[in-house]
């Protein structure tokens, strides 16, 4: 089984290629800029043609939220246009595509967690480039599988349970925000997830796994909760910690608004795939200890 995986250095291409190392008979493929870029269609199709994949995991996306503000069309080129040509892509090898969304093309306004019935209604540049590329990937190729999750970390790239452990090793105390609610996701779960998706699209005839599914860590926080555990946690394994002072949204104003509550449920994908990912404090533990000690 080929696994095609597009954004090299991404936080859930880095994981997949982690966790397929622990199985037999996956080969796990990442490709990246510049030899595949979401801004350049014609790379795309050579990429993705080159490498023959069984399946393509589309990881990659413009992911710098209060960026996109300033340059909508870009973000509307790689996670919307670009999106849609890789699903293309695979459709004409005849092969499915797993593509990753997120949390941020709701609104944020419901006190409940939403469900793929949920109406979306993004209120930044990232969510409507995001939602767009669901559509077209949707449109583009019906064997496709699109999660979003939400609140992601890992010992890679860039992430918050980095930075606040970063911080902690320079300050006493950090502000975070405390009136936003989500799902704390690894995307190590994430990586697991997919691969649980793959095996059983591969083994199922039938085409009903095919849709959009939300899929994030069990359980919610604010990011106030999330940070005090990443201290706590840390300072259990002789890591970095810091006192974290509670603040309301208002006083970390950001160009892109953040969703109020953006819990997602993912009952629809643990109905489907008989699948869940662990309890967000469980899996955070792992990966503060992996972060504490790689550091110490
Ligand atoms: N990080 C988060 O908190 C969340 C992420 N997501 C979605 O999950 C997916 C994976 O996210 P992460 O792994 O955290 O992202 P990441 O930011 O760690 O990695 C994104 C990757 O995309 C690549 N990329 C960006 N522009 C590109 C282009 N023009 N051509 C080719 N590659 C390009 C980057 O080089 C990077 O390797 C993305 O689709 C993201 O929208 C969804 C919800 C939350």
């Not at 992911?63 to 699903?87: C, K, M, R, W, Y």
């Not at 609140?151 to 980095?162: A, D, E, H, L, Q």
């Amino acid at each position: 089984m080929r696994i095609l995986v597009t954004g090299r250095d991404g936080q859930v291409a880095r994981s997949l290629v982690a966790k397929a190392a622990q199985k037999a008979d996956i080969e796990i493929l990442c490709i990246g800029r510049p030899e595949f870029d979401l801004a350049q269609r014609q790379t795309i199709i050579d990429a993705v043609a080159e490498a023959e994949p069984d399946v393509i995991v589309s990881a990659a996306a413009y992911t710098a939220v209060d960026q996109a503000e300033d340059e909508p069309s870009l973000a509307f080129e790689i996670n919307a246009h670009g999106a849609e040509a890789v699903a293309s892509a695979a459709q004409r090898c005849g092969v499915p595509v797993v593509h990753l969304s997120t949390d941020y093309v709701f609104s944020g306004d419901s006190d409940e967690p939403y469900t793929e019935e949920d109406e979306p209604a993004p209120g930044c540049v990232y969510g409507r480039s995001k939602l767009q590329g669901e559509k077209l990937v949707a449109a583009a190729n019906p064997k496709h599988v699109i999660l979003r999750t939400a609140w992601v970390y890992s010992p890679f790239g860039k992430n918050f349970v980095k930075t606040m452990l970063g911080l902690a090793g320079q300050r006493e105390s950090i502000s975070v925000v405390a009136d936003q609610i989500g799902n704390p996701t690894s995307a190590l779960d994430i990586a697991d997830a997919i691969l649980c998706v793959i095996d059983r699209m591969g083994a199922a005839q039938e085409a009903d796994l095919y849709g959009l599914y939300h899929l994030a860590g069990t359980g919610d926080a604010s990011w106030s909760t999330f940070a005090q555990t990443i201290f706590s946690t840390s300072r259990e394994c002789g890591g970095p910690t810091a006192r974290v002072i509670d603040i309301p949204s208002d006083d970390f104003p950001t160009k892109a608004r953040r969703p109020p509550n953006s819990r997602l449920s993912s009952l629809k994908f643990e109905r489907n795939f008989g699948y869940s990912l662990p309890h967000w404090r469980l899996s955070l533990a792992e990966v503060v200890q992996q972060l504490v000690r790689s550091t110490g």
